[in-house]
C-alpha cells in the first residue's frame, strides 16, 4: 500500500453510486446537520453584538430569536412547496435558472458558491471557538488550529466520502441530545426557582456595565447577525432525490422534523441564555468563552457531560463544514457543464471526486480564514447574504413555476413560495443594510464579480467553439514523418530506450547534447560505437548527435532555440521533441525527476507553434 | 503585455549576470541589511523576557547587550579569516564540506536552510511589529499583514531581481540614519538631564511590577534571545566574489563598517532603554509596541521623524527577507547540484530564477507564521540556532583549512577561527538549553531530519544512476511504428489537427470515441465522410473509429482501459496515446482547457508501461 493510497485512498472503480434510498429518520442526520449546527453559533452571534447594553440586553434575545422561528416557520412552508414541485432535487440554482432565466441562475449560482465557502469557513471557526472555550489555553492558537481542521476535511474530502450516513448520525444526535438535556434540565432548574436559577458555573461579567443603550439599528443588526442561524434549511430540497419512494412525502417528514429540532434548539438556547443572564464574552480576546459553553458550563458544570457536549459541538461544526465539500464540488460541476465555469471542474480525480471544486474551496476558505484570524464573530457580516439571496431566488423561481404549471392547487402554493420570497427578499435587505459597513459589503462585490467571471467564461467557450469548429474533410496528403529530436544528456537505458521510440516514428532522428568537455567527448565517442555503427551494419545512416554549447549550463534554453531554429529551417515539416521521462513507481518519488521535462513542454508550447510536437516517451524506473 | 509579464515579468534571456562589481560603500547596504536589521529584533526578544522582572529588569539589558557585543567582535575576526581565505565566497556550506566532510557539510546546509526560513518568518513578523505599533488598529490583523507581505516578497523574487543595489542603499542607510540621530539625541538629553531624561511620549508602563527575581537561568535566556541580533552578519563573507580587487581587502572593510554600525545600534537602544526606563509590552496582545517604537517616541514623539523611522524599520526588515529569499535558493541549488536535493532545485523558472526553492521558502516561512500568529517573540526561541551552528561549523572549518594550507600567518589564523568556533559553539548550547522548552527543540528536530532526508535523496539518485547506467549500443531491430490511438470528442480543427499527425507517425491510427446517442452517431457518419472516404480517394484504408459506452458519461477511464487493452493485445508493439491539446496564447487563459489530457497522461504513466507512449499536439488558438 503506497502512501497516496493511505492519505487519499485506493483510486475507485466507476461504479454506480449511492444506489440504496433512504428513509426520513437517515435524512435528518445527513440532511439536517448543517441546519441544526447553525444553532451552534446563530445565536452567539445575536448575542456579542448585545454586549455593548451589558446585562440589560439578554432580555432582547427572547423577541428576536422569536421573529428568526417566524421567518423560519414561512422558509419552512416555502421549501415544502419546492420539495412537492422538485422531487429529483430543487437546487437554488436548477429552479431560478429553470423558472426566471439564466441571469437569475447565475446569480444564484454566484450567492451559493459564496455561501459555501462561509459555511467551511465559520462552521469550523465556531467548532474551534467552542474547543477553545473548554480549553482557554489554546486560545492564541485559534488560526492554526482552524487551518489544521481544515487540512484535515480537506484531505478527507480528497479521499472521497462514501458511506457518510453514519457517521453523520451518531454525532448529530449526540448533539440535539446534549443539548435537549441541558435545555430540558435549565428549565426545571429555572421552574423550580421561580425563573432565577444559580448557576453550577458562573458565566464571567467582565462586560456587564451597558455603554450604550438600546437602539432600533442595534437590534437590526442583532436580527441580521442572528438569521445566521437559518443557514442550511435548503439541504433537504436540494438533495431530495435520495428519498425512497415516496420521495416527496419522506423528505418533507425529515424536512418538518430538522425545523422543529432547530425551533426548539433556538428558543430553548434564548429562554436560557435570559433566566442565567449570560452575555457573550468579547471573541478573539484571552478569556473568550462560547455562549454554548457558558450555557452548559452553567446550567450543568464542567464535568464529563460539558465536555461530551462541547465534543459534539465541535464535531457536528466540522462534519456541516464537510457536507459543503460534498455540495460545492457538484454545485461547480453543475455551473461548468453549462460551460460557465472552466472543464476542468467536471473532470473527476482518481477518487472519482471534482477534484478541482474541493480545492477552491479549500482554498477559498482558507483565505477568509486567515484574514479574519478564525473569528467566527468577524465572519458572520458576510455570511447569511449569500444564503437568503438563493433562498430569494429559489422562492421567487416557485412562483413563476406554479404560474407556469397551473393546476388545481396552484395558487396555493404562489402564495407560500411569494410569501418566502417577500420575507426572504426583505431579509436580504434588512442584512445588507444592517451589515454593509461590517463586511456585507465583500459579500456584495463578490456575488456579481463571481456573475461576471462565470458569463465571460461562457463567452470565452462559445468563441473557442466557433474557433475550433471545422466541416472540412481530413486532407491526407503531405503527411511526412516529423523530425524527431531527442535531447541526450548522456549514454543510458533512458536514452537508449528513448531513440529506438524515436527510430520507431520516423527515420530522420536526431540526438542534441548541450555540454562541452570531456563528457562532450566522450559522448560523441560513444554515440559513435552505441549508436551509429550498429545502424551502418544494418544498411542504415544513424541518427547524428548534435552538439549545442552552453556556457553558463542551461540546458532547456539551448533546446528550445535549437528545436526553433529547426522549426524555421524546415519549413513545412513537423519537429518532434521526444523527452525520455524516468517513471517512479511511487508518486511521491516522482518529484525527483521529470521538472526538466514539464518547463521543456511548458517552454516550446509558449514559444512554439503547430509544427512543434512532444513525444513523452516513460522509461519505468524498477526500484 | 499579458498579465503574467506584468506580474512576473518577461522571460529573461541568458545573458551574464551581474558583470560589475561592488565597491565597499555598495556592500554595505546590500550585505549589511541582513546584520543591521536584526539591531530590530534582538534588543526587544531580550527585552520581552524581563517583564515579569519590572522596571528593575531594564538595567539587565545593558551588560547582556556587551556581552553580545564581545561575542560579535570575536565573530568578526574569524569571518575577517575566512574572507582573505575563501574570496570567492566561503559560505558554511562550502566551508564545511571542503575542510570537514560531506557530513558537517550537509549538517552546515540544514542549519542555514532553517536559518533563511527564520530569516523571512521573523523579519516580516517584526516589521509587521513595527507597523502595529504606529496603527495599533491594525493589531488584529498582524498575521493577515504579515502573509500579505510574504506573498508580495515571493512575488518580487519570482520575477527576479536585477540591480538590487539601489533598492537596498535608501532603505539601510535611511533605518541606520534614523536610528542614529534618535540615539544621538537620546544622549544629549540623557546627558543634559544627568542621566534621567524626560519622555516626549512615555512608554505604557502597564507591567512595571516585579512578579519574579532575576535569576541566572532567566539571564542566561536573555542572552540567548538577545544573541538574535547577530544573525546576518556571515553575509559578506558569503558574498564576497561581488566585491572588485582587491577583493578580499574590500569584502573586509565592508564587514569591519557593518559591524560596526551594528555595535554603536545595539549599545545605543541598551543604554537609552535603561535611561528612559522602557519596559516591552506583552507581544501578540492588544496595545503591544515595539521597543523601537517607544524608544523613539520617547526621544523625539510621534510626529513625521517617528513614521519615517517606523517606515525605514518595516522596509529593511521586508528587505532582509528578500535577501533569504535571494540566497535560500542559491543555497538549495548548491546542494541540489550534489545531488543532495531534488534536481528540480537546479531547474531555472521564466526568469532565471531558480523558482523551487522560491516556492519552498515561501511555503516554509509562511506555515512558520501561521502557526506562531505572526509574533516575533514566539519565533525567537526557534532562531539563532541555525546560524550560530552554521557559525561554529564555518569556523570549525577555517581552523581545518588553516592546518592543511600552513604557512606564516596560519597559527594566528587558527587562533582567531578557533576562538570564534568554540564562543560560537557555547553560544549554540547556551542557547539550546536556554531555549529548549520554548521551541529551540523544533530546530534540533529539524536539522537532523533535514540531513536524513538529504542523505536519503542522495542514496536514491545514486541508486537510479546504477540502475539506468547502461553500456549496451542501440538495438536498432523490431522498430515498428508505433499503434496510435487519438481520442476523438467531436470533429473540430482539433481533431483534424490530430488526426493528421498521427498519421504522419504511424498508418496505423484509430480514432477512439467515447459515448452514445445521437452525437455518437453524427460523429460516425461525419467520420465515414469526412476521414474514410478522402484516405480511400487515395488509396489508403482510413483510421477506424472506436466507440466505447460509457453509462456516467467519464471520459477518461474508458480511454485509458481501451489503451491497456490495445497493448495487452497486442504485445511487442508500441501504443502512442495523441492528445491534442488546444494551446491558448494567454496562460491565464489556459487553465479553462486541457486538464482533460494531463489527468489521462499521469493515468497512462500511472497504470502503463514502457510500451505506452503519449503525443501532445499542440493546436493554438489565434484568440
Not at 524515436?502 to 562532450?520: D, F, R, Y
Not at 549545442?548 to 532555440?561: A, E, G, L, W
Request: hydrophobic content about 50%; overall charge positive.
Amino acid at each position: 500500500m503506497s502512501l497516496t493510497d493511505l492519505l487519499l485512498g485506493r483510486p475507485l472503480a466507476t461504479r454506480e453510486e449511492g444506489a440504496e434510498r433512504i428513509g426520513p429518520a437517515a435524512g435528518i442526520p445527513i440532511f439536517g446537520l448543517d441546519a441544526l449546527s447553525s444553532a451552534a453559533y446563530g445565536p452567539e452571534a445575536a448575542l456579542t453584538l448585545l454586549i455593548p447594553l451589558g446585562l440589560a440586553g439578554v432580555g432582547y434575545i427572547v423577541p428576536i430569536t422569536a421573529s428568526i422561528i417566524a421567518l423560519l416557520a414561512i422558509v419552512y412552508l416555502s421549501y415544502c412547496q419546492t420539495i412537492d414541485a422538485y422531487p429529483g432535487g430543487g437546487g437554488a440554482y436548477t429552479v431560478a435558472h429553470q423558472n426566471l432565466g439564466s441571469f437569475a441562475g447565475l446569480l444564484a449560482a454566484a450567492a451559493l458558491m459564496i455561501d459555501y465557502i462561509l459555511v467551511v469557513a465559520v462552521g469550523i471557526s465556531a467548532g474551534v471557538g467552542a474547543l477553545v472555550s473548554a480549553l482557554p489555553r489554546w486560545q492564541p492558537h485559534t488560526l492554526a488550529l482552524c487551518l489544521v481542521i481544515l487540512v484535515l476535511v480537506t484531505l478527507v474530502n480528497l479521499r472521497g466520502v462514501r458511506d457518510t450516513g453514519l457517521i453523520f448520525l451518531v454525532p448529530t444526535y449526540l448533539f440535539v441530545g446534549c443539548l435537549f438535556v441541558a435545555i430540558a434540565a435549565g428549565f426545571a432548574k429555572a421552574a423550580t426557582s421561580a425563573g432565577h436559577p444559580v448557576p453550577v458555573v458562573a458565566p464571567p461579567h467582565a462586560m456587564a456595565q451597558a455603554t450604550v443603550g438600546a437602539s432600533a439599528w442595534l437590534l437590526l443588526k442583532v436580527f441580521s447577525s442572528g438569521c445566521t442561524a437559518m443557514t442550511g434549511v435548503e439541504a433537504v430540497s436540494n438533495g431530495a432525490k435520495a428519498f425512497r419512494e415516496p420521495t416527496a412525502k419522506n423528505a418533507r417528514r425529515s424536512l418538518t422534523v430538522i425545523i422543529a429540532l432547530l425551533i426548539v434548539l433556538l428558543a430553548g438556547v434564548a429562554c436560557l441564555v435570559r433566566a442565567y443572564g449570560i452575555l457573550a464574552t468579547d471573541p478573539g480576546a484571552p478569556g473568550y468563552e462560547s455562549v454554548l459553553s457558558m450555557l452548559v458550563a452553567a446550567v450543568a458544570g464542567k464535568g464529563t457531560f460539558y465536555y461530551v457536549t462541547i465534543a459534539s459541538v465541535l464535531i457536528v461544526l466540522a462534519l456541516s463544514a464537510n457536507t459543503a465539500f460534498a455540495d460545492f464540488p457538484r454545485l461547480c460541476r453543475a455551473i461548468a457543464s453549462d460551460h460557465y465555469l472552466p472543464d476542468s471542474f467536471v473532470t473527476r480525480g482518481r477518487r472519482l471526486i471534482y477534484s478541482q471544486g474541493v480545492y477552491v474551496l479549500a482554498v477559498f476558505s482558507g483565505v477568509l480564514l486567515t484574514f479574519f484570524g478564525g473569528i467566527t464573530d468577524r465572519l458572520i457580516p458576510l455570511f447569511a447574504i449569500g444564503a437568503f439571496l438563493a433562498f430569494t431566488l429559489s422562492q421567487a423561481g416557485m412562483v413563476f413555476h406554479w404560474r407556469r404549471v397551473g393546476g388545481p392547487g396552484a395558487r396555493r402554493s404562489m402564495l407560500f413560495n411569494g410569501l418566502g420570497a417577500t420575507a426572504t427578499a426583505i431579509t436580504v435587505g434588512v442584512v445588507l443594510v444592517a451589515k454593509f459597513a461590517e463586511g456585507a459589503w465583500i459579500t456584495l462585490l463578490l456575488i456579481p464579480s463571481l456573475v461576471v467571471l462565470m458569463t465571460t467564461v461562457k463567452r470565452h467557450y462559445r468563441r473557442v467553439g466557433a474557433e475550433i469548429a471545422s466541416a472540412e474533410p481530413l486532407d491526407p496528403v503531405e503527411m511526412r514523418a516529423p523530425i524527431v529530436v531527442v535531447p541526450v544528456d548522456g549514454w543510458s537505458e533512458v536514452t537508449r530506450h528513448g531513440l529506438r521510440v524515436a527510430l520507431s516514428v520516423s527515420s530522420e532522428v536526431i540526438g542534441l547534447h548541450v555540454g562541452s568537455g570531456k563528457q562532450t567527448d566522450e559522448l560523441q565517442t560513444k554515440w559513435r560505437k552505441l549508436v551509429e555503427e550498429p545502424m551502418l551494419d544494418l544498411g542504415l545512416t544513424g541518427p547524428r548527435l548534435a552538439v549545442v554549447k552552453s556556457p553558463y549550463r542551461f540546458v532547456i534554453n539551448p533546446i528550445v532555440k535549437y528545436v526553433l531554429y529547426l522549426e524555421r529551417t524546415n519549413p513545412r515539416r513537423q519537429i518532434a521533441v521526444m523527452i525520455p521521462e524516468m517513471v517512479e513507481r511511487h508518486w511521491f518519488l516522482q518529484f525527483l525527476h521529470n521538472q526538466r521535462g514539464s518547463v521543456l513542454k511548458a517552454l516550446l508550447y509558449l514559444k512554439g507553434n503547430q509544427r512543434i510536437i512532444v513525444i513523452n516517451a516513460p522509461w519505468y524506473l524498477k526500484s
